[in-house]
């Protein structure tokens, strides 16, 4: 298995352009998350998807931010319109359900973003 | 609500020195407990995790970690570290009812050659 995919790898963008993170999970997992890094606050949980449906937004830190997930393989992160204070770096998780549960997470290789 | 504290921000020890790592949650359900580790440039992946029986866990790379209910906390030990352990260490909480993880800041050990 590829693992989690993200892309773009790095990604600099101008203060008020949109900016969009895609994320593939591994196959046949059932949860995504988004989570963002930074130095200051660590990692944060952002938002995290079951079967498609967004289950939790409340890490999502306003408006701007948006997180959708059309089909089991396909998950978007989109910023618009991005600030300086969004630069960090944006990693995709997937998980199965197991029994007994063990919610282990396997983390995509991140997206480094950099908003001048 | 949730939470996970990380004592220690920086760690910085010589090779072969003995390791332990803080973590304590605040969660008074059942819950699953991780560590996880970001080697520089490298993304998160899991080191050990306990969800169930024996409160010692045996990870990869020679490390472990003792859940203790009483105390809420989840340590994490290496006796002799290398140089290549150099990396941040995460610890994660999370419980079967939300089955969303809560991450710690982060330790990042630094092990001198």
């Known amino acids: 298995d590829a693992g989690v995919i993200q892309s773009p790898r790095h990604e600099v963008t101008e203060m008020g352009q949109e900016v969009t993170l895609r994320c593939k999970p591994i196959s046949g997992h059932d949860y995504l998350f988004w989570y963002r890094q930074t130095m200051m606050r660590g990692l944060e949980l952002l938002i995290y998807?079951?079967?498609?449906?967004?289950?939790?937004d409340s890490g999502m830190p306003e408006d701007r931010f948006s997180a959708k997930m059309p089909n089991a393989s396909f998950s978007t992160l989109k910023i618009q319109p991005s600030e300086p204070r969004d630069s960090a770096v944006y990693f995709c998780a997937s998980s199965v359900r197991q029994r007994p549960s063990t919610d282990t997470q396997y983390f995509g290789p991140g997206t480094r973003l950099t908003v001048l | 609500a949730q939470s996970v504290s990380q004592h220690n921000h920086h760690v910085i020890l010589s090779e072969a020195a003995s390791l332990e790592l803080g973590c304590n949650y605040s969660y008074g359900g059942t819950v699953n407990l991780f560590w996880y580790v970001q080697y520089p440039g490298q993304h998160l992946q899991l080191l050990l995790k306990y969800f169930s029986g024996d409160p010692l866990v045996k990870g990869i790379k020679g490390f472990e970690a003792e859940f203790i209910k009483s105390k809420f906390s989840f340590n994490l030990r290496k006796p002799s570290v290398q140089w290549s352990d150099t990396a941040e260490y995460f610890c994660a909480v999370s419980n079967s009812g939300t089955y969303k993880s809560i991450f710690g800041t982060g330790t990042r050990l630094k092990v001198l050659a």
């Open positions: 998807f079951n079967n498609n449906v967004p289950i939790d």
